[in-house]
């Protein structure tokens, strides 16, 4: 049977957390436009405290959550559905996938779609591979494949899973302290949960400031190489500016109207781009690139995903492999929410499937097509992209365009392409942290919406005046660390919740639906 929920009225009403929220982001937005310095600082010797310290952490717990996920996809519960046992997805397949893709990381296509690549060739993670050689080409390869793949989405998996089952199974609200009702009984809506969902607000906000500033530089990138416009952070926070009010306007619309046209209609521009590099491209070297990258990347991601700084590589990891981790922690409470709102009426199985396996194809291929023309671009000797990104990352993409028939064209169809996934992906954040500070409803007031769309894109411009890209990973992998506990204390929940309602002798037992929130 569904839990009891709240009456309507006060779903809508919020509460300590909202103001809790606000306090903390706005101390740190002050922080940064009074005393940028300090903050960058601090925010380095956290850094350099919790990965030194805690850094495996992240590699275990990103492993543990794969195994669970295909664990839960190959078991009986894989069948089971989010929802009631009657009820059919809302969107269709395909229409499903894009809100996937352009909604969580679209931007990250952008953004380090050339430039990981082309930097793991000039410097190979780990010294696994002399610098500029073929070798050093599939490393490169392998290893954004992992940052990017699989530990990622099984990241928002076990959270979307988590509160897709919560909110539309069980008939919880959309929080994060509701997740954990099936560990803390009640204590879920006093201070305890409180503090749960403030965490996950905290985090979720400073996750995707991340991606609002990296898209803000992806985009002045674009303007320089296009218009000569100087690269700078004046020009970075007009942008952040109009981009806010844009994602804002498209966050009031709604999940079904703002969010689905934008995710369609970047998925189509992002596929053309995709088809002409591909074509116009060294099409039998990324052929043959993809092909050994995803065959080592299969083979070694276990081994891969154990790997510690023991060689003295702390700064690799902080810059790569932990910050990677720690953004998606980061965001796993914002795409968790978001992929249960789309996700309705999908099964266990068909969730794990299309969330773990369509998106890292996905990546994988478009890393390929981008990254993989750079490198031999580089490796022929016609460009110096490696050079070029290690001296601005923002300008790798567009100098890979350069190296290629029709890039001017190309180069304002990818900044087409930025704005979009930088509004879509802030539209939903904006409503997932609407919907995380009105007590889980599904409809959060507009007032809200708007309030965290002028947050989210101050906090961009305090990090980035306080230290630009350093800045911003250190945020991400600061806050997201208290979060790390959060998750895992999601999943125990999760299993602890299917395994009591849904023994394996009751599982052929029909369950009669949640009424919706």
């Not at 664990?71 to 009986?76: I, M």
């Not at 929080?175 to 409180?194: D, H, K, Q, Y």
């Not at 810059?319 to 999908?346: E, P």
Request: aromatic share 12%; net charge neutral.
């Amino acid at each position: 049977m569904p839990d009891p929920s709240p009456a309507p009225s006060q779903h809508r009403r919020p509460g300590p957390v909202l103001h809790v929220s606000l306090a903390l982001a706005a101390a740190i937005v002050v922080w940064g436009t009074a005393a940028g310095d300090s903050l960058s600082q601090a925010g380095s010797a956290a850094l350099n405290g919790i990965t030194r310290s805690f850094g495996w952490a992240y590699l275990l717990v990103s492993l543990g959550f794969l195994v669970f996920l295909v664990f839960l996809a190959c078991s009986r519960y894989g069948r089971l559905r989010l929802g009631g046992d009657d009820e059919r997805p809302a969107f269709r397949r395909l229409t499903w996938y894009a809100m996937i893709l352009s909604a969580v990381m679209g931007i990250g296509l952008i953004s380090y779609g050339v430039a990981e690549p082309i930097s793991h060739l000039a410097a190979p993670p780990h010294g696994l591979a002399a610098p500029m050689t073929p070798n050093a080409a599939v490393t490169a390869m392998q290893f954004s494949f992992f940052d990017w793949g699989l530990h990622a989405w099984g990241i928002f998996a076990v959270v979307g899973l988590a509160m897709s089952w919560s909110m539309f199974r069980r008939g919880r609200p959309g929080l994060v302290s509701a997740l954990f009702r099936p560990l803390l009984g009640s204590r879920t809506e006093g201070p305890v949960g409180g503090a749960i969902d403030v965490f996950a607000v905290v985090a979720t906000l400073f996750g995707t400031t991340t991606s609002l500033g990296l898209g803000a530089m992806q985009i002045n990138g674009g303007f320089t190489a296009l218009f000569g416009i100087p690269d700078s952070r004046p020009v970075q926070f007009a942008i952040i500016g109009v981009i806010t009010l844009l994602f804002t306007a498209s966050a009031l619309t709604g999940v079904a109207r703002g969010i689905r046209y934008l995710s369609e209609t970047s998925m189509g521009l992002g596929a053309l781009l995709f088809v002409f590099v591909l074509v116009v491209g060294p099409t039998l070297y990324l052929v043959d690139l993809y092909v050994q990258s995803i065959g080592r990347y299969i083979s070694e991601l276990v081994s891969t995903s154990l790997i510690t700084p023991a060689n003295g590589d702390l700064g690799f990891m902080q810059d790569w492999t932990y910050f990677m981790l720690a953004w998606w922690l980061s965001w796993a409470a914002f795409v968790g929410v978001f992929l249960a709102r789309i996700s309705r009426g999908r099964t266990i199985r068909e969730f794990v499937t299309g969330v773990l396996v369509v998106p890292s194809a996905v990546f994988s291929v478009w890393f390929t097509a981008f990254g993989g023309t750079a490198i031999h671009s580089d490796l022929v000797g016609t460009t110096r992209i490696a050079a070029s990104a290690a001296a601005d990352a923002n300008s790798a993409f567009f100098a890979t365009l350069q190296s290629l028939p029709l890039p001017t064209l190309t180069s304002i169809l990818t900044i087409v392409l930025v704005v979009l996934f930088f509004v879509s992906g802030a539209d939903a954040n904006t409503f997932v942290l609407g919907m995380l500070t009105s007590r889980g409803t599904e409809q959060p007031p507009q007032w809200i919406l708007a309030l965290w769309g002028v947050v989210t894109g101050a906090a961009a411009i305090a990090l980035l005046a306080a230290g630009g890209l350093e800045s911003l990973q250190q945020m991400v992998i600061v806050t997201s660390a208290p979060f790390l506990i959060i998750l895992v204390g999601v999943a125990v929940a999760f299993w602890k919740d299917l395994t009591t309602e849904f023994v394996p002798h009751r599982l052929e037992e029909p369950v009669a639906p949640s009424s919706k929130l």
